[in-house]
């Protein structure tokens, strides 16, 4: 429901001119009132064209003043619901307009029969009431108008003003409240029959039945209330599954759409798309509707043939680099080269293209054709992880060093992004730049929000170079503390206790560690672990661990250090045995 306000707000543009007048409690008469429009006279008239004169940019003086009129008026009479179109015209200016929404909050509890009133009340009202005091004016007026009584606008503006209290209800986990509510509201045939408010019932059932205790009552005779729910969610889905499709409009199947999606339910977001497809088949939105909904899950390979299909039938850039950027998710990193490289021919300026163009590169194994490619972005910092990556890959690490300095000269390092201490760390370690190495662990330590990620990597940096080791502990500390169960951290905590020469202590920490592993090695655990039983005096188990990190091939080990390991022990094993 992320929407809704932005949804309401334009849906009560639409209905201020179409909406009945609200006139005094002894003329009401509903049952068969036919849809009013404002008589207004000659000098409001042109109150209104003054009005509407000023533009949209900052509210004026005289706008402000306008405004503060139409304000005055329209307690007197609450027809007037044209205020709100200047009070729209000027939402994106929130500031200025925030200062006039208390008086049309109270205005609207006044008069709680106006629907379009109260509508646009509590669409802007989101700005600074509290959801207590939106979720009560939405009530007042729902229990002061009658679904029978309402002709066809008032109708809608009732069922958008139902929906917005379901989903504050829903968003506040108040679902006994809601639910009162709703079985209120199915009674009556005519909310049985609109989408907007079985839309929102299925929502809320849906995160009830997923939230709710899931024990049955009453000595297990009565259902859980999770089952309860979802036995509602699913009446909700199938009253909404009778409505006929309305109109077979774009906009209508993509908001279907994004509602089965909410539901989890892709498969019913399928048949939608395609069932308008096989009446509108060249309809360019629903077939990239459907390109998006399979991308979104998971299922790339045939997201990717229909975005082929619409690269040929409409060979733009766009297209293109749609093409690129899903084949991108699906690890087709050759597929994603040729396409930007047709992107790219149409839009050689596209930063987007050229950026991901030399990630696809990078990961393709070809780090030369990534810096090629960022070369032509030289302005944008986005690529500055990149561009340390592939010269570390192409092994230009002093280079790639000097880079990283650059950059945390020119950002500060108290600014540094996380992906960028990563990499300053492994370079720094690398080229045996330690100051550095202690400034940016430094720098972690001082950090309010630090990620157990970099913590950890910080720490282990500094244990491995057997510098800092306080402040690695501190950091490695806080890592696991904050992801107990990872096999990383564990490592970490039990190379630093190598270091300080703690071998029990730290062959604790490297079998929890390879415990979490599962039934793939981890290279460098093994080493490690190698490492520690060799000084426990272990040799049998030293061997095996580092025979183990042999069998997995990893950049970053060092095969000719490990076989080394392997000989120099099996050799002193047998000089101990003879």
């Not at 958008?160 to 639910?179: E, G, P, R, V």
Request: one cysteine or more; proline letters at 4%.
């Amino acid at each position: 429901m992320k929407t809704t306000a932005l949804f309401l707000l334009s849906g009560a543009v639409l209905c201020i001119h179409a909406a009945a007048a609200e006139l005094s409690s002894d003329q009401l008469n509903r049952q068969n009132r036919p849809d009013l429009t404002f008589n207004l006279p000659a000098e409001d008239q042109q109150q209104i064209a003054a009005l509407s004169s000023f533009g949209t940019a900052m509210l004026s003086n005289e706008r402000k003043s306008k405004i503060k009129w139409l304000l005055s008026t329209i307690d007197a009479d609450p027809s007037k619901v044209f205020v709100l179109k200047a009070l729209l015209k000027n939402f994106n200016d929130k500031k200025s307009t925030r200062q006039y929404i208390p008086e049309l909050v109270k205005t609207a509890r006044r008069h709680p029969q106006a629907l379009p009133l109260n509508l646009a009340a509590l669409a802007l009202s989101s700005q600074i009431n509290t959801p207590a005091e939106r979720r009560s004016l939405a009530a007042n007026c729902l229990n002061a108008n009658a679904p029978e009584q309402l002709n066809n606008t008032e109708f809608r503006i009732y069922a958008n003003i139902a929906a917005i209290l379901c989903s504050l209800y829903t968003k506040d986990d108040m679902y006994k409240q809601a639910d009162e509510m709703l079985d209120r509201l199915l009674k009556h045939p005519e909310t049985k029959s609109n989408m907007t408010i079985l839309k929102a019932a299925a929502l809320l059932y849906s995160k009830a039945a997923r939230n709710s205790s899931k024990e049955r009552r009453f000595l297990g005779l009565m259902s859980s209330p999770a089952a309860i729910y979802a036995e509602k969610k699913e009446l909700a889905i199938s009253l909404f599954e009778k409505i006929p499709a309305a109109g077979q409009k774009i906009k209508e199947v993509r908001k279907t759409v994004d509602f089965w999606n909410e539901l989890d339910k892709p498969d019913r977001a399928e048949g939608i798309i395609l069932r308008f497809l096989s009446y509108n088949p060249k309809s360019t939105a629903a077939k990239l509707l459907l390109i998006s909904l399979y991308n979104n899950n998971n299922r790339r390979p045939e997201a990717i043939l229909l975005q082929e299909q619409m690269c040929l039938e409409f060979p733009s850039d766009f297209n293109y680099f749609r093409l690129g950027a899903i084949s991108y998710d699906a690890q087709y990193y050759f597929n994603t080269i040729t396409a930007l490289n047709w992107c790219m021919l149409k839009n050689p300026d596209n930063a987007r293209a050229v950026g991901l163009m030399a990630l696809a590169c990078y990961m393709n194994s070809q780090p030369e054709q990534a810096l090629c490619q960022l070369k032509r972005s030289k302005g944008l910092s986005q690529f500055d992880y990149l561009r340390l990556s592939c010269l570390a890959a192409m092994g230009k690490y002093r280079e790639a060093f000097a880079l990283f300095r650059l950059i945390m000269e020119k950002t500060g390092l108290e600014k540094l992004s996380d992906t960028l201490i990563f990499a300053g760390l492994g370079l720094a370690e690398k080229v045996d730049k330690l100051e550095t190495v202690k400034a940016l662990a430094t720098a972690c330590i001082a950090r309010k929000q630090l990620s157990p990620e970099l913590a950890n990597a910080a720490g282990y940096t500094c244990a491995n170079n057997n510098i800092m080791l306080d402040t690695a502990e501190k950091l490695l500390r806080f890592a696991l503390k904050s992801k107990p169960g990872s096999k990383e951290i564990l490592d970490s905590m039990a190379w630093l206790e190598y270091r300080k020469g703690n071998y029990k202590a730290a062959a604790v920490y490297i079998r929890k560690s390879l415990a979490q592993c599962g039934k793939y090695p981890n290279p460098e655990i093994n080493i490690h672990a190698g490492d520690i039983y060799y000084k426990l005096e272990k040799p049998l188990k030293a061997l095996r661990h580092w025979k183990a990190a042999l069998q997995v091939y990893s950049r970053d080990t060092n095969a000719e250090a490990v076989k080394a390991k392997i000989a120099k022990t099996e050799a002193e094993m047998k000089y101990n045995q003879d």
